[in-house]
């Protein structure tokens, strides 16, 4: 993926635009296939970090839909899911359970320190 088309991807997750914000994590799975490792692992940490802190229940599923994506081609290994555990529970309704229990295991073990 190009520099500055990264760099501009990186920004609209940190979009103060809930719409920018729920687009750009969308726009994932349009490039996924093009991210470097180094790149993806960046996006991955970006994402977990973000999402406890994410009011919006669109922007929220969203960007953990777009963690899902980076799973689909492999791309999650060295991400540091931990910051999940933090996504307060009335925020992790229906839509958001299912990733959530995807993502069971490798929180727990980046938890523990085993994948960091």
């Known amino acids: 993926m190009e520099i500055r088309d990264y760099v501009d991807f990186l920004r609209d997750l940190l979009s103060p635009d809930e719409a920018v914000r729920t687009e750009a994590s969308d726009r994932v799975q349009d490039f996924v296939h093009l991210l470097s490792d180094t790149q993806a692992r960046v996006v991955g940490d970006l994402v977990a970090m973000l999402a406890p802190h994410e009011e919006s229940r669109v922007a929220l599923e ?45 929180i727990a073990e980046t938890s523990n320190g085993t994948s960091e």
Do not use: C
Not at 63 to 70: G, I, K, R, T, V
Not at 73 to 98: A, C, F, Q, T
């Open 62 to 106: 969203a960007l953990l839909h777009a963690l899902s994506d980076l799973d689909g081609y492999g791309k999650l290994e060295d991400v540091n899911l931990s910051p999940l555990r933090e996504i307060p529970d009335s925020m992790i309704h229906v839509e958001h359970r299912v990733y959530m229990d995807a993502f069971a295991e490798l």
